[in-house]
């Protein structure tokens, strides 16, 4: 140990800060509207703000708090969380510049709100893979997963909008299903038994209502998510499907939860993430014409798909292949999110310009017709090819999710990297000075004091 | 028990949420504004929807966080505000247009922001309720509820708005008075010794603060409860209005409660919720020209009204009347809610053109002039007529909420809807599989380590 | 003690309750868009209302939950925030009649958005001095304290805007550095010995994360507190500077922290406060071009002078000055307030129509361009000037704070205003009647059942 693991982390952290610093102020540039020297009047702030501020106040606050879930993890759950948050927003608008961006033609990089939008998504991106790994993680480690991930993340996106020309206005394939098997495939290459056997792996009762000041949030502001990029009727159609989904999608959540317990009790993990699913569920497809029910009934499969997989799923996933998923984000937003990109797929086949409208080309550009010297010509993609490419972007995820995921969590495992070994999981005693009183005293030395039922 | 209780639960909760979705399928549209068919290019979004946000924070952080008040009910009292939120929302849309739609003329329902605001108007209602019913109550008998006083809540609405044509901007008659002796009423037909005297029947210090952040949430984002289906210049008062009378209100509600202390002590319950019945009591006249400093006296006044009622109207009403009320809404949203009526009813009688401006026709369209054959003739109400009728809607509220809340308690004694036995009441472990750490331990075994002063 | 402590507190807060609202009735107008009786149609509403509620938000949520982070003094934290912040408000609009309206020419005082938004932000400055008096002061003497410092706070700022006319959009010289001071001024002139040896003044685990969720809303609603009175492009580029200092900031606060921990641990106080002095040091020049790297400098510098502060600084003011300061309110507004205001004089100094094009003259209004019979003659003051400026408002908010805070200070010791007694300190049960549950029991009389590391 020639340097000590903490000053490690402190220099580390500085140096990519002040790389952060020198790459902005020879790139980044405000947005027109905000430039005095420009005469640019077409001010974003109404059309983007109020919506930007729930999006922000979802991975902040939302993320943040369902992250303090386990009973000695509440400070590292929300203060890694804004950490991995506020790194990814700062290295998002530099990888996006690389692939969206002409930096070589000499273009500088814009901050805008849209932008800023972009790195909130990119840090759910980056906290949905965190979901994953809490608690068996030190913070080194991952910020070496941020750089890497918010790359892939962009490669991935870059792939699908400007190649594969798909449509994914709330991220379900870019953001939650890359984030969730990304975070997973980490997870697997870093898995060891203890994860799954210390004693410190378990929420508390009052970390688990702290969690649900997370969800709720998180479930209030959906909406918000996945019309947040969207615009005019796109966003209002957002707004109502992302609504239909999550109140049916909480709804059946309770239901199924109540149905595989053996007691007949719904198990709050269950209600603080399986009844956010729908909001996973609907997103590719949320600013197209779905109708409330077909968002209701998307919200429904999303729940019972969510809610078996935490009771489930995740042990066998754990027992069976390894991946240790303490979050269940496989069950939140993994098979959700595939669930999003088949319901995409299946309006993207079925859309024509009698049902989608004018909207259509505003969602698939790609089947704008073709104008030459006055004569319209049809699109070179048709209803069912549009289909074909949304899947396509499907298995891009899926593929460059997983193997970016196991050579990243490859390159963790690396012992300068400060891992927490087995005593040291799951506690935030590990990375913080806590607090002398309140500190809940080690599980398997206490009588717990009241029997079940 | 031929049906286990919770399979009953799950079965009836599915079979609900697949009519919705069936009904929502054959009757349900989109505004037209988010039909990518229709070219109306109106967007509401700008207008309702950061407001719209800031009451759905209030129905699902605001009163969820309110109602974790008891020591070991935290994940009920959050939970099942969820569940019983969520449905509303869903039934209100199907409720409403029964009553204010022409559905017999074969016009569909749009699903609009405002009806998505009135959705949420009406979880308002039924939570309030439940606010009275907490602990005491299972999930299915909850949902009985639901579904009985949706239906009469917007009877009385209709009854309100359509025939007695008065105003109510923030629902201080139809949610707040409604839900209020809905749910006494209920809780007189349910009444058991056991209800009272339980030992569970407690907060804690911590689920004390938890409920703060409900309430401070509730607090914040009232003045968008009351302006949130306004518009103009209406909108604008009803939220200078609304903080006006919040503002007076908490302050009065410290002085208050401190003054009836036998040590001078401040009730953390009254802060709780006695400091938002300002709230309530402006809310009637919230969107009328009162004056900041009318809105502060009416805010006063609730306070002074509420927060006794806390201190000894509570106690009375359960031992003199069987009538139980945990959360206090009789205190919170009853006697404030009244209050409001009365304020509404003397603003609308000494309403002119002269004080009110063209707001009058607004706010009041029962007097607007007649024009015939461009003649103009008064009104056929007079501003003491509209006085009468703001408080014949008051008397309608009240019978409504009285004896439908009787009729829907007894159907909920059914023991078909399991509800929980003496040994059952305020404890979360009837619901929940609750964590093993940190549950509290029962309170009549410990001690308790101090003494007050 | 003739009359009991606490009648004295409810008939005190009662009476400048009554005068608050005689005072309302004759001089408070609506603003012009809210009276009924003028034609005004240019509604504020949506300009300002989402920002107000954001910062609404701050004020309460935010501030209120910061300061449960003592582990006896959660209610006490949340809950005497709200009253000062209520009694501010309304003070706030009276006080700033005197100072900047004309009210002896009888123009009458109008209640608007903007006025709302001025009365939360000397809510925020009222409440900064509160974190150094927090767990020392009783409710009477605070609210002496509120009376006295919003008068001197607006003699501040009229000083500052009306006569040196400087500009400070996010107010961290006539807020933060403001209330910093003077809330320092305050404590020093009522040390005790025991204010910093009283076995209560200690954080617990719990009230440590429920204080995070104060600092999470406030890092992610300050680009609207800085952006606020803003319009335009300045609006603009306040949110994207005060986004870009804080992202700097929590990052830079995590690394020191950890820096200068002996194991290398962070602590939990540095996040929860250092991570928002990002926001108080671009609070000056935050609507001037300073580039996002700009912003990330000042977010950096400000995380390593808060965070070094609350490691050694604060230690230091307590031991050799006898100025306690339990929040750390030097660290994290004081501190970081004179970096704002330095880096604010900077900007003007090096302000050229250049680089801030026509926004020049509305950020500076003095160095508009005289214009005299349509001749164009420089402004009178030059940019270097306008830099002096603004170090001249910022030496006499440093003057005017600590004089002003001695002086209120020593008000504030008469034996008259019930201050806690040795016993007394930092301790709910002085001021609530708090729950038998969970009322966390002495910590020197129990076992803690952990050690570090």
Same mark, same amino acid.
């Given at each position: 140990m020639a340097v000590p693991k903490r000053v490690k982390f402190s220099l580390a952290t500085l140096f990519i800060q002040a790389v952060f610093i020198i790459i902005y102020a020879i790139i980044v540039d405000y947005e027109d509207a905000a430039d005095p020297t420009k005469s640019d009047n077409d001010y974003p702030t109404p059309k983007y703000y109020p919506m930007y501020q729930?999006?922000?106040? @979802?991975?902040? #606050?939302?993320?943040?708090?369902?992250?303090?879930?386990?009973?000695?993890?509440?400070?590292?759950?929300a203060g890694i969380n804004i950490l991995l948050g506020a790194v990814t927003i700062q290295w998002t608008l530099i990888v996006r510049a690389l692939f969206f961006h002409e930096l070589a033609s000499g273009v500088r990089v814009k901050m805008s709100l849209t932008e800023l939008i972009n790195g909130d998504f990119n840090a759910a991106t980056v906290l949905i893979s965190f979901g994953a790994l809490i608690g068996k993680t030190g913070p080194l480690q991952l910020? #070496? @997963?941020?750089?890497?991930?918010?790359?892939? +993340?962009?490669?991935?996106?870059?792939?699908?909008?400007? &190649?594969?020309?798909?449509?994914? #206005?709330?991220?379900? @394939?870019?953001? &939650?299903?890359?984030?969730?098997y990304f975070g997973l495939a980490v997870s697997r290459a870093l898995y060891r038994e203890s994860h799954q056997s210390s004693a410190n792996l378990r929420p508390g009762y009052l970390s688990d209502i702290?969690?649900?000041?997370?969800?709720?949030?998180l479930w209030c502001f959906w909406p918000s998510f996945n019309g947040g990029l969207a615009t005019d009727d796109g966003r209002l159609r957002a707004i109502i499907n992302t609504l239909s989904s999550l109140v049916a999608?909480?709804?059946?959540?309770?239901?199924?939860?109540?149905?595989?317990?053996?007691?007949?009790?719904?198990?709050?993990? &269950?209600?603080?993430?399986a009844s956010l699913a729908g909001g996973v569920a609907v997103g590719t497809c949320a600013n197209m014409p779905i109708k409330p029910w077909g968002a209701m009934v998307l919200g429904t499969l999303a729940a019972i798909v969510s809610t078996t997989g935490y009771k489930y799923g995740s042990d066998y996933l754990a027992s069976r292949f390894k991946i240790h998923d303490p979050a269940g984000i496989n069950n939140l937003h993994g098979m959700p999110?595939?669930?999003? +990109?088949?319901g995409g797929a299946v309006m993207a086949?079925?859309?024509?310009?009698?049902?989608?409208?004018?909207?259509?080309? #505003?969602?698939?550009?790609?089947?704008?017709?073709?104008?030459?010297?006055?004569?319209?010509?049809?699109?070179?993609?048709?209803?069912?090819?549009?289909?074909?490419?949304?899947?396509?972007?499907?298995?891009?995820?899926?593929?460059?999710?997983?193997?970016?995921?196991?050579?990243?969590?490859?390159? @963790?495992?690396?012992?300068?990297?400060?891992?927490?070994?087995?005593?040291?999981?799951?506690?935030?005693?590990?990375?913080?000075?806590?607090?002398? &009183?309140?500190?809940?005293?080690?599980?398997?030395?206490?009588?717990?004091?009241?029997?079940?039922?």
């Open positions: 729930d999006i922000h106040v @979802m991975i902040f #606050v939302g993320f943040g708090f369902l992250y303090t879930f386990l009973y000695r993890y509440g400070y590292s759950g910020l #070496v @997963m941020v750089l890497l991930e918010v790359i892939l +993340a962009n490669l991935n996106e870059y792939i699908g909008t400007e &190649h594969l020309k798909v449509s994914d #206005v709330g991220g379900s @394939m870019f953001i &939650h299903t890359f984030g969730a702290f969690a649900l000041v997370g969800t709720i949030f999608c909480v709804v059946v959540t309770m239901a199924i939860s109540s149905l595989l317990s053996r007691r007949g009790n719904i198990e709050i993990s &269950h209600l603080q993430n999110g595939i669930l999003a +990109a088949c086949a079925i859309a024509t310009k009698d049902n989608f409208g004018d909207s259509l080309y #505003v969602i698939f550009p790609a089947r704008t017709p073709n104008i030459v010297n006055g004569t319209v010509y049809p699109a070179d993609r048709l209803a069912f090819d549009q289909g074909g490419y949304q899947i396509a972007a499907l298995v891009t995820t899926l593929a460059l999710a997983i193997v970016g995921g196991l050579l990243t969590g490859l390159v @963790m495992r690396a012992p300068i990297w400060d891992a927490p070994d087995d005593q040291e999981l799951y506690d935030d005693r590990n990375y913080w000075d806590v607090s002398e &009183h309140g500190f809940p005293p080690d599980i398997a030395t206490i009588q717990t004091g009241f029997t079940y039922g």
